[in-house]
């Protein structure tokens, strides 16, 4: 649900998973690519229950394998908890524009996939990271699909994904869709 004041294209860049010690520290989920780079963006909206709020993050870093943020003004643990569970967004006008032919994963999502021999597969449901490989489309057979099968297509541009239209809402991949 969007307040008056918020902007109509929120981008959830990652969530916040528990309070961090005493002081109302929090620990964060990233979804960015590199982990840290959620820490660029200094406002973050949050969505609790339903509803973006602003804050303001004034501190954070890198913890472990994750993150830790703290917001101004929530200095302790009990504050801090209401925050368990939120959305970190930002609005989408926020974000770098991209080179062409680079793309946010938000961007993917629920585009339809077909095959270059006019097949269709399904709709990206999300997209997931390899490690040092390569990203994967994560397609989910629908209605309208070969079948209800959900694949696991490497995102390898050129390779498997040979053409993205934002604006048609398809993806044109090289791919055997029996596989």
């Not at 909206?45 to 501190?59: A, C």
């Not at 569970?85 to 609005?91: C, L, N, Y």
């Not at 946010?104 to 097949?119: F, H, K, P």
């Amino acid at each position: 649900m969007m307040t008056p004041d918020t902007p109509e294209k929120m981008v959830v860049l990652g969530k916040v998973s528990s309070v961090y010690g005493v002081k109302g520290w929090l620990k964060i989920y990233s979804y960015t690519e590199p982990m840290d780079r959620i820490l660029e963006y200094t406002e973050w909206m949050l969505n609790l229950n339903g509803r973006w709020t602003p804050v303001e993050i004034d501190k954070g870093r890198s913890h472990g394998k994750g993150m830790v943020a703290h917001i101004a003004g929530c200095d302790d643990r009990d504050q801090a908890r209401q925050y368990c569970g939120a959305e970190i967004g930002v609005p989408e006008e926020e974000l770098p524009e991209l080179p062409d032919g680079e793309y946010y994963w938000y961007e993917l999502e629920g585009l339809a996939v077909e095959t270059t021999a006019g097949i269709k597969l399904g709709k990206v449901d999300h997209l997931m990271s390899a490690g040092a490989s390569n990203d994967v489309l994560v397609v989910k057979g629908d209605a309208d699909s070969f079948d209800r099968q959900q694949r696991l297509i490497p995102y390898v541009p050129d390779v498997y994904v040979q053409d993205i239209d934002l604006e048609a809402g398809r993806i044109l991949v090289e791919w055997d869709p029996e596989f």
